[in-house]
C-alpha cells in the first residue's frame, strides 16, 4: 500500500512539473533579427544611466543571400550624462571632429579583450555611438585584428570616409539633423548626404523626438535589413544568453 501511495505521489508530482520543465526546455536563447528597427533597439539596451554600460558584445550568425557568417555584434548607445562614462557632450565633439577620445578607445579595449582575433564584426551605433562605430571601424589595431563587415549608424553624422572598412550605412530620419552635424558634412557636404538613407517618420518640427524615437520603429525602418540595406535580406541570429555589457568610463 505504502509502495502504491509513493509511486502515485510520483505520478503526480510529474504531471505538475512536466509543463514547467517543458518550458525550461523549450527557451531558446536563440533571437532572429530581420530589420534594422530590431538592431536600434538592441541599441537602445545601452541607455542605462550607466548601471551595465553602453557597449554590448553579443555572438551570433549573420545571414545573408550568399553567405552564413559567425559574427560578434557590437552595439554603442549615444549620448547619456553619466558620472565618469564617456557619453558627454565633449566627446560629441572630439569624435565630431575625428579626433581620439575614452569612448573610442574603450570600445578598442573592449572588443579586443572579449571577442577572439580573426572574428568577424558587425558594428551598431546610435547618435555618438554611431560615431564611434565609424571611428572604430576605420581603426588599424581593430582592422588588423578582425574582419568588419558592416556598421550600420542611426541619427549619427558622417566620420572617417574612405578609412573606414567593411560596408557603412547610415539611416536618417528627415526631422533629424544630427545626422548632418560633424566636419566631415562642411568638408564633404555630397558624400555626407548622399550616403545617408532617409526615411520619414511624421515627426515636422520635432527633430530632438525624430532623433530619439525614429529609429526603433519597424513601420519607418522596417523595409532596411540588419545591414542598414534598404530592401535588404540579412538576417542576424542572436544567441542572447552571451549577450555582455561594458562600461566606458572616462578616466
Known amino acids: ?19 514547467i520543465m517543458g518550458a525550461v526546455r523549450a527557451a531558446d536563447p536563440a533571437v532572429t533579427c530581420t530589420n534594422a528597427a530590431e538592431i536600434a533597439q538592441l541599441v537602445d539596451a545601452g541607455y ?19 553567405s552564413v557568417k559567425p559574427v560578434y555584434l557590437v552595439t554603442l548607445s549615444g549620448t547619456e550624462l553619466v558620472f565618469n562614462q564617456s557619453t558627454e557632450a565633449l566627446t560629441d565633439l572630439f569624435s565630431g571632429f575625428n579626433l581620439r577620445n575614452a569612448y573610442y578607445d574603450n570600445v ?4 579586443s579583450a572579449n571577442i577572439p582575433k580573426g572574428s568577424n564584426l558587425v558594428l551598431a551605433g546610435h547618435s555618438l555611438g554611431g560615431m564611434i ?14 574582419n568588419i563587415l558592416n556598421t550600420v549608424t542611426f541619427g549619427s553624422p558622417l566620420l ?9 550605412r547610415r539611416l536618417g530620419d528627415v526631422s533629424d539633423i544630427v545626422p548632418l552635424l560633424s566636419v566631415r558634412t562642411l568638408l564633404n557636404p555630397l558624400r555626407a548626404l548622399i550616403g545617408l538613407n532617409r526615411e520619414d517618420g511624421g515627426y515636422r518640427l520635432r527633430p ?13 525602418w522596417g523595409r532596411y535589413d540588419v545591414t542598414g540595406t534598404k530592401y535588404g535580406s540579412a538576417k542576424l541570429v542572436l544567441d542572447m544568453s552571451t549577450r555582455a555589457f561594458y562600461q566606458s568610463p572616462i578616466f
Open 1 to 19: 500500500m505504502k509502495f502504491r501511495r509513493l509511486v502515485t505521489a510520483l505520478l503526480a508530482l510529474t504531471l505538475i512539473l512536466s509543463p
Open 48 to 66: 542605462n544611466q550607466g548601471t551595465k554600460g553602453p557597449i554590448t558584445i553579443t555572438q551570433g550568425t549573420l545571414r545573408t543571400a550568399l
Open 108 to 111: 578598442v579595449r573592449v572588443i
Open 133 to 146: 562605430a565609424q571611428q572604430v571601424a576605420g581603426d588599424s589595431t581593430i582592422k588588423k585584428n578582425y
Open 160 to 168: 572617417s570616409d574612405g578609412s573606414r572598412e567593411g560596408t557603412v
Open 208 to 220: 530632438i523626438t525624430a532623433h530619439t524615437e525614429s529609429y526603433a520603429r519597424a513601420d519607418v
